[in-house]
T-cell receptor
Framework: RKEVEQDPGPFNVPEGATVAFNCTYSNSASQSFFWYRQDCRKEPKLLMSVYSSGNEDGRFTAQLNRASQYISLLIRDSKLSDSATYLCVVPIPSGNTPLVFGKGTRLSVIA | EPEVTQTPSHQVTQMGQEVILRCVPISNHLYFYWYRQILGQKVEFLVSFYNNEISEKSEIFDDQFSVERPDGSNFTLKIRSTKLEDSAMYFC??????????FGQGTRLTVV
């Protein structure tokens, strides 16, 4: 199993839709998880951190299922500006925990 | 809002030449990282740096690569003899407590 796997996408959704992305990770010792957003040819930007069962920030909800080693990101009421690639990121739980990135899921929100 | 800054934004170099990519991490951060992203591919870890030494490195980070923190603010990545396959976006990142990392805008390296 790859370290971090994400839905391949792309997801094309209309404005106002609710969309969910899934991510699985292989290392059961991982304790913290992140969702980053990356616009085309730009740097990854932190969207949400997940340390316990989940986190909610406005229209964005992240949920963690440790038993299934699964993280999800839910976006409600999608905006055109949500169009980006969403990266599931899991630190390797050893040493200075470099981040392991998934390949990302591309989201296009259309008018 | 504090941010990680990288220079140059774009570097074009001839194969075999040395390049130095520069980064100024967020000032109170203690952990520093270099990542790279080949066009169309995922972000890949290169190296992490803490307490003035390398703490982790990936298989990509071979003898052609080195990192330095020459003064209290800059963090550099040197590629000694560039290859065509080194062409990528190189991101510097820093973090305060070894958790979420904040990324610079990146340096696009093109080896010709």
């Amino acid at each position: 199993r790859k370290e971090v796997e994400q839905d391949p996408g792309p997801f094309n959704v209309p404005e106002g839709a609710t969309v969910a992305f899934n991510c699985t990770y292989s290392n059961s010792a991982s304790q913290s998880f992140f969702w980053y957003r990356q616009d085309c040819r730009k740097e990854p930007k932190l969207l949400m951190s997940v340390y316990s069962s989940g986190n909610e920030d406005g229209r964005f909800t992240a949920q963690l299922n440790r038993a299934s080693q699964y993280i999800s990101l839910l976006i409600r009421d999608s905006k055109l500006s949500d169009s980006a690639t969403y990266l599931c990121v899991v630190p390797i739980p050893s040493g200075n925990t470099p981040l392991v990135f998934g390949k990302g899921t591309r989201l296009s929100v259309i008018a | 809002e504090p941010e990680v800054t990288q220079t140059p934004s774009h570097q074009v170099t001839q194969m075999g030449q040395e390049v130095i990519l520069r980064c100024v991490p967020i000032s109170n951060h203690l952990y520093f990282y270099w990542y790279r992203q080949i066009l169309g591919q995922k972000v890949e870890f290169l190296v992490s740096f803490y307490n003035n030494e390398i703490s982790e490195k990936s298989e990509i980070f071979d003898d052609q690569f080195s990192v330095e923190r020459p003064d209290g603010s800059n963090f550099t990545l040197k590629i000694r003899s560039t290859k065509l396959e080194d062409s990528a976006m190189y991101f510097c990142a820093s973090s305060s407590q070894n958790t979420e990392a904040f990324f610079g805008q990146g340096t696009r390296l093109t080896v010709v």
